[in-house]
């Protein structure tokens, strides 16, 4: 996927991006950080064609995704929202189903195919026991993984994710973030997120987007983003950077 020179606004007076362009690498982990406001889930939209840019455009496997119909693009790309809403009463194994809707037509239902992408997804995300439960009898992190299964339904080579462990414990982080990297290396999903724990952009991703006020101000391998100069300049905050043997690269706020 290209991001070509994108600049994007919701009301037609402030730019939110600004001449914003990127590669995302196929089968990487890519993740989107930055300060509040900063433009991380307006670009993320951009990339799913939930927003239109007002000038530039996004490519995917060469082509524009204005010119995708949305059962094309709905092949080749899913979403997880930051905010998901199901009727409460719906089973885990129906709301999964819903990812298989872009494969369906009159003419060819393809039954077998369907069940068969639910099963894999409900045994990816550790769903299979839970199949038969309604969306109220889960936890946080347990819906989390619910919407992750139905979009891994949809059988797409693209995953995307806006701030996926909002609202969750740290227990629930991780086990969210494990699983994605899971996908990823196992099973060859493109990832791209957004998320706002810079020590989880540095542990989960192959790739980071550093934004600041709607542009791309760093753009590359975690070791060579995440510097306690870099941290000062889009965050304002004084940071140590530490290496691990164990936990690998972390950083340690000192405050403002």
Same mark, same amino acid.
């Given at each position: 996927?290209?991001? +070509? %020179?994108? #600049? ?22 890519? /993740?989107?950080?930055g ?19 007002r $000038? *530039?455009?996004?490519?995917?496997? @060469? ?5 995708? +119909? ?16 199901? !009727? ?20 060819? !239902? ?8 639910? %099963?894999?997804?409900?045994?990816? /995300?550790?769903? =299979? /026991?839970?199949?038969?439960? #309604?969306?109220?009898?889960?936890? *946080? ?5 619910v ?18 462990? #909002?609202?969750?414990d $740290?227990?629930?982080?991780?086990? =969210? =973030?494990?699983?994605?990297? &899971?996908?990823?290396? %196992?099973? *060859? ?37 995440? /510097?306690?100069? &870099?941290?000062?300049?889009?965050? @304002?905050?004084d940071?140590? $950077? +530490? ?14």
């Open positions: 996927m290209e991001i +070509k %020179e994108v #600049t994007f606004s919701y009301d037609k007076k402030t730019d939110h991006l600004k001449a914003v362009s990127s590669l995302i690498e196929i089968g990487k982990v890519t /993740t989107i950080i300060p509040n406001g900063c433009g991380k889930s307006t670009l993320l939209g951009v990339m799913s064609h939930n927003n239109v840019p $000038i *530039g455009k996004v490519l995917l496997d @060469g082509k524009s995704l204005n010119s995708y +119909k949305p059962k094309e693009l709905a092949k080749k790309l899913a979403v997880v929202h930051q905010h998901n809403e199901a !009727p409460s009463d719906l089973t885990v194994e129906k709301l999964v189903s819903f990812g298989r809707m872009p494969h369906k037509s009159m003419f060819n !239902p393809s039954a077998d195919e369907d069940e068969a992408a639910i %099963e894999q997804a409900l045994s990816r /995300t550790n769903l =299979l /026991t839970k199949r038969k439960l #309604t969306i109220d009898q889960l936890s *946080g992190g347990e819906r989390q993984r919407w992750i299964a139905m979009s891994l339904a949809q059988s797409t080579p693209f995953l995307f994710l806006d701030e996926p462990t #909002t609202y969750l $740290i227990y629930y982080q991780f086990e =969210l =973030l494990d699983l994605i990297k &899971t996908l990823n290396a %196992e099973y *060859g999903l493109t990832i791209v997120m957004v998320l706002h724990d810079i020590n989880q952009a540095l542990r989960y991703s192959d790739r980071i987007i550093v934004m600041k006020s709607g542009e791309i101000a760093m753009n590359g391998l975690p070791q060579d983003v995440i /510097t306690e100069a &870099t941290i000062k300049q889009i965050y @304002g905050v940071v140590i $950077i +530490k290496q691990d043997q164990a936990a690998g690269l972390y950083m340690v706020p000192l405050g403002i």
